[in-house]
T-cell receptor, first 112, second 113 residues
Framework: AQSVAQPEDQVNVAEGNPLTVKCTYS??????LFWYVQYPNRGLQFLLKYITGDNLVKGSYGFEAEFNKSQTSFHLKKPSALVSDSALYFC??????????FGPGTRLSVLP | DAGVIQSPRHEVTEMGQEVTLRCKPI?????LFWYRQTMMRGLELLIYFNNNVPIDDSGMPEDRFSAKMPNASFSTLKIQPSEPRDSAVYFC???????????FGSGTRLTVV
């Protein structure tokens, strides 16, 4: 069975500092990995995905994520956080032929 | 494209009443998903359709919940009768196929009092 974990409920960073939101997964085959962001009173918005190829994936709004197969991780990163990045972030994983499984979400607060 | 459109944005209803949530997926997307989001349980997949046919409804909490997709451009999620524990944000999402990411609507915030 596929599963995804986001070990931190909340991440606080100062504006201008680098940020990392962690995600680990478990699948039996090759994973498709996604990050979504949810702003208040909005639906989830796609940020980036890893399907195959380069382990470092770049996405919207300056975010990137690195696929690490040995550690079964797909952490989301940004070199310099903005206050406007404050939101709820979801990691999602799926295998071929399966639906997505979403993580519980990590609330990111960027402090001015 | 206007994206996935859900209506209403907010719904407040009394316990026992019927509630109908609506979704218009992106044109050309063959998959449609209904999710429920709560603080306690996070995002839960309720049901999904492929080419208007329900494929997996194992996430539907109980018989009070039903979903239909009469055509490629419209789906409904109905709760009858509604209960306070149904209060949540309900999202609809669509996708070209399951390899792609999903496009989510803005959700319907349901409050049952």
């Amino acid at each position: 069975a596929q599963s995804v974990a986001q070990p931190e409920d909340q991440v606080n960073v100062a504006e201008g500092n680098p940020l990392t939101v962690k995600c680990t997964y478990s699948v039996s085959g090759n994973p498709y990995l996604f990050w979504y962001v949810q702003y208040p009173n909005r639906g989830l918005q796609f940020l980036l995905k890893y399907i195959t190829g380069d382990n470092l994936v770049k996405g919207s709004y300056g975010f990137e994520a690195e696929f690490n197969k040995s550690q079964t991780s797909f952490h989301l990163k940004k070199p310099s956080a903005l206050v406007s990045d404050s939101a709820l972030y979801f990691c999602a994983v799926r295998e071929m032929g399966q639906n997505f499984v979403f993580g519980p979400g990590t609330r990111l607060s960027v402090l001015p | 494209d206007a994206g996935v459109i859900q209506s209403p944005r907010h719904e407040v209803t009394e316990m026992g009443q019927e509630v109908t949530l609506r979704c218009k997926p992106i044109s050309g997307h063959d998959y449609l998903f209904w999710y429920r989001q709560t603080m306690m349980r996070g995002l839960e997949l309720l049901i999904y359709f492929n080419n208007n046919v329900p494929i997996d409804d194992s996430g539907m909490p109980e018989d009070r919940f039903s979903a239909k997709m009469p055509n490629a451009s419209f789906s409904t999620l109905k709760i009858q009768p509604s209960e306070p524990r149904d209060s949540a944000v309900y999202f609809c999402a669509s996708s070209q196929d399951r390899t792609y990411g999903y496009t989510f609507g803005s959700g319907t915030r349901l409050t049952v009092v």
